[in-house]
Antibody
Framework: QVQLQESGPGLMKPSETLSLTCTLSGDSMRNYYWSWIRQPPGKGLEWIGYAHYSGISNYNPSLKSRLTLLVDRSKNQLSLNLRSVTAADTAIYYC???????????????WGPGTLVTVSS | DIQLTQSPSFLSASVGDRVTITCRASQGLGNYLAWYQQKPGKAPKLLIYLASTLQSGVPSRFSGSGSGTEFTLTISSLQPEDFAIYYCQQVNTYPRTFGQGTKVEIK
């Protein structure tokens, strides 16, 4: 059974770079679309983007200029780097496995518990 | 970006009720739509994918239907553990987008 666990700084200041890691266990990184989603406290879900085992990625245009998503196959980890954060980036950040068409119709079939990131001066 | 509009945004229902949530898309999705359930303090959980395929382990009282621009999630007999927020997500085009959510509360 796949398990995902996010880790990150918790609290950060405006203009800093947010770095998050998601560690995968119980599954291979092959074939799946390793995704990030965020949720401001009390609000809805926003898709951030994905990085694939093959090296391809796709980012939400609203974040693309500040965002880098990577997969580290040797460590079974995903990473997110978001530059120049502001208070608007305050959210719970989730990593999730995006399935193939056959496994789950490209849906997000396994999620980490999420990590809260607060941006405040 | 494709916009997804869920209705209602809030509903109050009793245990045993049949509940239906609608998700309307701003453009056609084929059947590339998923439904998720989120409980307080927890990550979302996949319920339905490809509009009508039940994810493994999800109770059969959940069902999905629709195609194109209109989709529904139905809970045939609401159980106490079903009180949560439900989101639809389109996986037809990038960027992926979610509906605003439907909160199901106890009447």
């Amino acid at each position: 059974q796949v398990q995902l666990q996010e880790s990150g700084p918790g609290l950060m200041k405006p203009s800093e770079t947010l770095s998050l890691t998601c560690t995968l266990s119980g599954d291979s990184m092959r074939n799946y679309y390793w995704s990030w989603i965020r949720q401001p406290p009390g609000k809805g879900l926003e898709w951030i983007g994905y990085a694939h085992y093959s090296g391809i990625s796709n980012y939400n245009p609203s974040l693309k200029s500040r965002l880098t998503l990577l997969v580290d196959r040797s460590k079974n980890q995903l990473s997110l780097n978001l530059r120049s954060v502001t208070a608007a980036d305050t959210a719970i950040y989730y990593c999730a496995r995006g399935g193939t068409y056959d496994s789950s119709g490209y849906s997000l079939d396994s999620w980490g518990p999420g990590t809260l990131v607060t941006v405040s001066s | 970006d494709i916009q997804l509009t869920q209705s209602p945004s809030f509903l109050s229902a009793s245990v045993g009720d049949r509940v239906t949530i609608t998700c309307r898309a701003s453009q056609g999705l084929g059947n590339y739509l998923a439904w998720y359930q989120q409980k307080p303090g927890k990550a979302p959980k996949l319920l339905i994918y490809l509009a009508s395929t039940l994810q493994s382990g999800v109770p059969s009282r959940f069902s999905g239907s629709g195609s194109g621009t209109e989709f529904t999630l139905t809970i045939s007999s609401l159980q106490p553990e079903d009180f949560a927020i439900y989101y639809c997500q389109q996986v037809n085009t990038y960027p992926r987008t979610f509906g605003q959510g439907t909160k199901v509360e106890i009447k």
